[in-house]
């Protein structure tokens, strides 16, 4: 069952944060910069991602599927990024983003879009295995 639920809220979160950028890209890179313009913000963040990957990581521990797995492996990957992108080295991950911004009109952002997807993508199939896996 934590599973289940684990694979949904994560797949909640990436539909939320990568969703945003199929449709307005700009408005959520904005929106990034904020986050990681401040000390507090960006560490309110760190810590909810580090709970969020620990939580993915236990729910996938002692699973034997193929979905465990891939939430575990998940987990372990948010937990780190939060860790040392957000907590550890925050500056970098700050100035990476400002130089991936483009200073161009809003129809040249067709790789943000297509980012977008893609994690719109993820999260539709981590929901999914997630309704699967609570047997729905």
Same mark, same amino acid.
Not at 11 to 36: D, E, Q, Y
Not at 62 to 85: D, E, K, N, P, Y
Not at 109 to 136: E, I, K, N
């Given at each position: 069952?934590?599973?289940?639920?684990?694979?949904?809220?994560?797949?909640?979160?990436?539909?939320?944060?990568?969703?945003?950028?199929?449709?307005?890209?700009?408005?959520?890179?904005?929106?990034?910069?904020?986050?990681?313009?401040?000390?507090?913000?960006?560490?309110?963040?760190?810590?909810?991602?580090? /709970? @969020?990957? !620990?939580?993915?990581? *236990?729910?996938?521990?002692?699973? +034997?599927?193929?979905? &465990? =797995?891939? %939430? #575990?492996?998940?987990?372990?990957?948010? /937990? @780190?990024? !939060?860790?040392?992108? *957000?907590?550890?080295?925050?500056? +970098?991950?700050?100035? &990476? =983003?400002? %130089? #991936?911004?483009?200073?161009?009109?809003?129809?040249?952002?067709?790789?943000?879009?297509?980012?977008?997807?893609?994690?719109?993508?993820?999260? &539709?199939?981590? %929901?999914?295995?997630?309704?699967?896996?609570?047997?729905?």
């Amino acid at each position: 069952m934590l599973l289940g639920l684990t694979s949904i809220l994560f797949g909640l979160v990436v539909i939320a944060t990568r969703g945003s950028m199929l449709f307005v890209p700009k408005t959520t890179l904005r929106w990034t910069h904020w986050v990681l313009a401040e000390g507090p913000r960006r560490q309110r963040l760190g810590f909810a991602l580090i /709970a @969020l990957g !620990a939580l993915m990581i *236990l729910a996938g521990w002692h699973q +034997g599927s193929l979905h &465990a =797995t891939i %939430v #575990l492996v998940f987990g372990v990957g948010t /937990a @780190l990024f !939060a860790a040392v992108g *957000l907590l550890i080295v925050p500056d +970098g991950l700050r100035e &990476a =983003t400002q %130089v #991936l911004e483009p200073d161009t009109p809003i129809g040249t952002m067709m790789g943000w879009r297509v980012l977008g997807l893609g994690g719109l993508t993820v999260g &539709a199939l981590f %929901v999914y295995g997630g309704l699967l896996s609570l047997g729905f």
